[in-house]
Each structure stands twice: as structure tokens, then as C-alpha cells.
């Protein structure tokens, strides 16, 4: 750590800057004009955090500090530096060139991260802790999917090694039906057979655990996210995964991000400008959250099967001479648009609580409702559940149920 500070420079203006790891935060200090006045290392824990932002105030009065790792080993610090009343942006790593020409140390970092507090580079406000069990909730789910996966390919290529009886006999089966049947395996025969057979029934029974599991952490996934934002899971094609992904995109202050555009280019929505010369055009972009973006493809491929509306665009454009990667793109950008309204307003939710008991007080059923507006049964349930969002249906099929 530098040598320490004179009493006069309490009143100066400074900026900090923090590089995080899983057990400790290196804090630099700047002046207003970029000079370099102290760095130090701290606990990752109250006492250093309180340690710290002690250290950064004693330099001056801190205008704002810069931190790597917000949302990960900065999580701390930041939630300690938020309820002190500073001012914290979001930094980005330093990028592999300037890293090549300066080299890579923990006060490097430090420094670099309040370099780009001062400069405003790094402008953007991090996000608070309000869809944290969302998040976590999120990761939970999606790792019992990756492991249910892993454990039925696991099935599969024992399958295509094992001995021919019990090949003949499993083989065939497909789904839910080879799982069931493998998880009431009684093993016996010879050695090799029981081995076999052991190994199968564990991994249909942990198939079986993952997929109850996973069921589980949806409902209570679905329950958080349509508490924290209706209108958002209510949106056509928006399942609770997806939208839990869009929150923890967005994070649960949104209002950080300032326009439309930038929220699809943080999805990775948003078109890149790739001229040159004489040639104007523009291209796909391979930035942003990849996993917010595979969220947007997957609202366009339900409105693409299923809405009337979406349907009808993809048929123009098709016939204007578009592929369907180019349709899909212009479909994700503008349905960013329309996710970044139910992020950052209060979207309106029509109520359907009473649809249900109407058609029941009239002794009409899901069946004879569904030929009347010719759609699947499951369409006209999921609408009264509130699982599927249909405004011109739900409103026809009240005035429908009124007029019945």
C-alpha cells in the first residue's frame, strides 16, 4: 500500500476501485485527475467491507467507485457500498490488448476499474438484489435439466453396450416408459448382467428424482417470477424459465437500462453496423447475454407456431423473399422491444377468474367450448388458468359464455 495521506486531502474528490475475488477485494483510490493515490486488500466479509469503504473515504470525498463482479465476488461489496449511500458502476475486465500491454495484478485491476469510474467508460448501474432468488431458484432448475440430461445419455450408451438380452429388452423402449421400466429393475444373473442392471436402475431412479425435482423448483419459479413481474410472465410465449431468464437479465432495477435498443443489445438483439466504403449494411450480432437471447428465440418459435398475429408476419415476409433466420432475427428484435415495456412498466393484466366459473354455472364443457371457437381443449384450459395469455380470445369467449 502507498504511504499514507495528508490531513488536507480529506476534502478532494476521489474515485475508488475494486477488483473481487472469492476471498478478498483489492481497493485502489484516484484522484479526480486520474493520479494514483492508495490501494490496499480486505476481507471479503462485513468487518472488511466496513474496512474498506473506510479506507476509500479516508482519501476524500468518494464520487463513485468501480467495480469488477458486481453480481458475483463483488456482490458483497457492492451491497455494503450501496447501503452506505456511494455510488457504484459495473465494470467490465479490462479487454486482452490493454491486459498483453500492462500486465495483470489485483492493484492493476483495481486501478483500472477506478480509471474507468472517472472517465465514465463504465457507466452502468449494477443490479440490485431483488431478483436474487429468482436467480437462484433459475440456476437450481436449469442444473437439475443438465443433470436428468446427463443421466439419461448415461442410459443410452450403456444401452449400446450391454449384453444382447438386455439390449432386446430395453432398447425399444423410448421416454418416460424405458425409465419406468429400468427403475423397477430387479437385477440378477451373472456377474456382469447384475452390474448392468445395477447401473441402470440407479440412473432411471436419479432420472426419475431430477424430473420431480425440477418440477418442483418450476412451480416455485412460476410462483416468484409471477408475483415480481405479471405482465412479463403473462406475455404470449413466456414461460417461467424464460421470464425468470429476462429478469435475471434485466436484473430487479431495470430502469438502469436507459432505452429499448439498449436492452436488445444486451440480449444480443440489437443489429451491428458492419460497413465499409461503399458497402452499407449490417450484421448479426454475437455479443450480449447469450442466454437472454436463446430466451427470445424461444418466444419466437411458440408465437411462430401458435400466434395468429406472428403467423401472419412470417407469411408476408416469407413471401417478400426472407429466410427464416433473417424472419427470426427481426422477430427477436421486436419482441426485446416488447420485453423491455414489461420489464420497466406496469403492464395491465386482463382478468380471467371469472371465465371458468361462468362456463361452469352454464354447463358448458372444456370440450364443447373448444369446437365452438375451434381450438384444442388444452387452449381454452391453459386460457381460464391463466397459463396462456389471450386477450381477443379471452374476451370473445366471455361475451360467448355471457350470451350462452
Known amino acids: 500500500?502507498?504511504?499514507?495521506?495528508?490531513?488536507?486531502?480529506?476534502?478532494?474528490?476521489?474515485?475508488?476501485?475494486?477488483?473481487?475475488?472469492?476471498?478478498?477485494?483489492?481497493?485502489?483510490?484516484?484522484?479526480?485527475?486520474?493520479?494514483?493515490?492508495?490501494?490496499?486488500?480486505?476481507?471479503?466479509?462485513?468487518?472488511?467491507?466496513?474496512?474498506?469503504?473506510?479506507?476509500?473515504?479516508?482519501?476524500?470525498h468518494v464520487r463513485a467507485i468501480g467495480v469488477e463482479?458486481?453480481?458475483?465476488?463483488?456482490?458483497?461489496?457492492?451491497?455494503?457500498?450501496?447501503?452506505?449511500?456511494?455510488?457504484?458502476?459495473?465494470?467490465?475486465?479490462?479487454?486482452?490488448?490493454?491486459?498483453?500491454?500492462?500486465?495483470?495484478?489485483?492493484?492493476i485491476d483495481a486501478y483500472a476499474a477506478a480509471r474507468?469510474?472517472?472517465?465514465?467508460?463504465?457507466?452502468?448501474?449494477?443490479?440490485?438484489?431483488?431478483?436474487?432468488?429468482?436467480?437462484?431458484?433459475h440456476n437450481a432448475a436449469r442444473s437439475a435439466v443438465k443433470a436428468r440430461t446427463a443421466a439419461l445419455n448415461q442410459i443410452t450408451h450403456i444401452l449400446v453396450t450391454a449384453p444382447e438380452s438386455i439390449r432386446a429388452k430395453f432398447g425399444q423402449l423410448k421416454g418416460a416408459d424405458r425409465t419406468d421400466a429400468l427403475a423397477r429393475l430387479r437385477p440378477a444373473g451373472d456377474a456382469v448382467h447384475t452390474a448392468v442392471l445395477t447401473a441402470l436402475k440407479s440412473l432411471a431412479r436419479r432420472v426419475r428424482e431430477l424430473t420431480a425435482e425440477h418440477q418442483a423448483l418450476t412451480r416455485a419459479l412460476d410462483s416468484e417470477v409471477t408475483v415480481h413481474n405479471p405482465g412479463l410472465r403473462a406475455a404470449y410465449g413466456v414461460g417461467p424459465d424464460t421470464a425468470a431468464q429476462l429478469l435475471v437479465t434485466a436484473g430487479g432495477n431495470p430502469e438502469r437500462l436507459r432505452t429499448e435498443a439498449s436492452f436488445a443489445a444486451l440480449?444480443?438483439?440489437?443489429?451491428?453496423?458492419?460497413?465499409?466504403?461503399?458497402?452499407?449494411?449490417?450484421?448479426?450480432?454475437?455479443?450480449?447475454?447469450?442466454?437472454?437471447?436463446?430466451?427470445?428465440?424461444r418466444i419466437a418459435l411458440v408465437r411462430m407456431s401458435s400466434d395468429p398475429r406472428t403467423r401472419d408476419y412470417v407469411a408476408r415476409q416469407t413471401a417478400a423473399g426472407r429466410t427464416k433466420k433473417e424472419i427470426i432475427r427481426l422477430l427477436k428484435r421486436a419482441i426485446a422491444r416488447e420485453m423491455f415495456r414489461c420489464l420497466t412498466t406496469t403492464v395491465t393484466i386482463p382478468n380471467?377468474?371469472?371465465?371458468?366459473?361462468?362456463?361452469?354455472?352454464?354447463?358448458?364443457?372444456?370440450?364443447?367450448?373448444?369446437?365452438?371457437?375451434?381450438?384444442?381443449?388444452?387452449?381454452?384450459?391453459t386460457l381460464e388458468r391463466g397459463i396462456r395469455r389471450d386477450d381477443d380470445l379471452a374476451n370473445t369467449y366471455r361475451d360467448w359464455l355471457t350470451a350462452a
Open 69 to 107: 463482479g458486481t453480481a458475483s465476488y463483488g456482490a458483497g461489496f457492492t451491497r455494503a457500498a450501496r447501503s452506505a449511500g456511494l455510488d457504484i458502476v459495473e465494470v467490465n475486465r479490462p479487454d486482452r490488448a490493454e491486459r498483453r500491454r500492462i500486465g495483470k495484478s489485483d492493484p
Open 267 to 297: 440480449c444480443g438483439a440489437a443489429p451491428v453496423p458492419a460497413s465499409s466504403g461503399r458497402t452499407n449494411r449490417h450484421r448479426l450480432s454475437r455479443g450480449g447475454d447469450r442466454a437472454a437471447n436463446a430466451a427470445l428465440y
Open 1 to 60: 500500500m502507498t504511504s499514507a495521506v495528508a490531513d488536507d486531502t480529506t476534502d478532494q474528490i476521489v474515485f475508488g476501485g475494486v477488483d473481487s475475488h472469492a476471498d478478498t477485494v483489492h481497493v485502489a483510490v484516484i484522484s479526480d485527475n486520474g493520479g494514483h493515490l492508495a490501494d490496499a486488500e480486505f476481507a471479503t466479509a462485513a468487518a472488511g467491507y466496513a474496512a474498506a469503504l473506510a479506507f476509500l473515504s479516508a482519501h476524500g
Open 352 to 381: 380471467i377468474a371469472d371465465l371458468r366459473p361462468l362456463r361452469q354455472s352454464k354447463n358448458i364443457t372444456l370440450t364443447a367450448a373448444a369446437r365452438h371457437f375451434g381450438v384444442w381443449p388444452a387452449t381454452i384450459s
Open 116 to 137: 474507468a469510474a472517472l472517465s465514465g467508460r463504465a457507466s452502468s448501474s449494477p443490479k440490485d438484489d431483488t431478483v436474487a432468488g429468482i436467480r437462484a431458484l
